[in-house]
């Protein structure tokens, strides 16, 4: 993410800590800012890496900053973090883990979410529980509904399949499908989503109350 203005670069999460520094390179972009969303390596495993070589600030949340390497700036959620021209709402989503958050940019009408929320799915519950779960994923959902949804693992058509059999006469998961079975045929992701879609096609953004939306992740984990 690049605020244009001031010339701030950020990235989201640091899994590959070597690819984001070619990437960087290619667009020649400096990173000054990373944004981390949970402790889990796949996420913060190149922090110190990319820390070293560009002096780059590490913001993570609070309730999960002994757990992430080389964090400078601590937030809860409520707080808003001061990104040039941008403001960067913090919003806590504890579920995947306790002190998960997620990033969400009013101005690019996008959030940042980690593995809270997949295109048709929700991440596994390794520390939190189903009500906090579905309190974050209401959190999210109350988002203006054009709010472009950006998720860290492209787990779609395994989501997919899975989503069919809870809804299976969901004609508007059918299409969504559709469309994704062809962006990845064509080795074309399907990140983005937004929170209309979501709401339309995720089971997870469709559970009624935390106690289903527990069932259904514990049938996702058998699945």
């Known amino acids: 993410m690049v605020e244009p203005d001031s010339g701030l670069c950020a990235c989201i999460d640091t899994p590959d800590g070597a690819e984001i520094d070619k990437q960087l390179q290619e667009r ?4 000054t800012h990373i944004l981390n969303t949970h402790h889990h390596f796949d996420h913060v495993d190149g922090n110190q890496f990319l820390k070293e070589k560009y002096g780059a600030t ?9 757990r992430i390497p080389g964090i400078d700036i601590a937030l ?3 707080e808003v973090f001061k990104f040039g021209a941008y ?8 579920g995947h883990t306790l002190g998960h958050c997620a990033y ?3 101005h690019e009408t996008s959030v940042f979410v980690g593995d809270t ?4 799915g929700c991440g596994r519950l390794f520390e939190g529980t189903p009500k906090q ?3 974050s994923l209401a959190k999210l959902a109350k988002l203006p509904t054009a709010t472009k949804i950006y998720c860290a693992h492209e787990y779609t058509l395994s989501n997919a399949a899975f989503a069919l059999t809870v809804e299976p006469g969901n004609q508007d998961l059918h299409r969504a499908i559709t469309e994704a079975k062809a962006l990845r045929a064509n080795n074309q992701p399907t990140v983005p989503t937004t929170i209309a879609l979501e709401l339309k096609t995720n089971p997870f953004m469709r559970a009624q109350t935390a106690e289903i939306l527990g069932a259904i992740r514990a049938d996702k984990d058998r699945f």
Do not use: N, Q
Not at 58 to 66: C, E, M, Q, T
Not at 87 to 94: G, R
Not at 117 to 120: G, H, L, N, P, S
């Open 104 to 106: 969400y940019v009013p």
């Open 133 to 135: 779960m579905f309190e």
């Open 117 to 120: 929320i997949f295109v048709m």
């Open 58 to 66: 590490i913001v993570g949340p609070k309730r999960d900053a002994g």
């Open 28 to 31: 020649g972009l400096t990173l």
């Open 87 to 94: 403001d960067i709402h913090i919003i806590d989503t504890p």
């Open 76 to 78: 809860a959620g409520g």
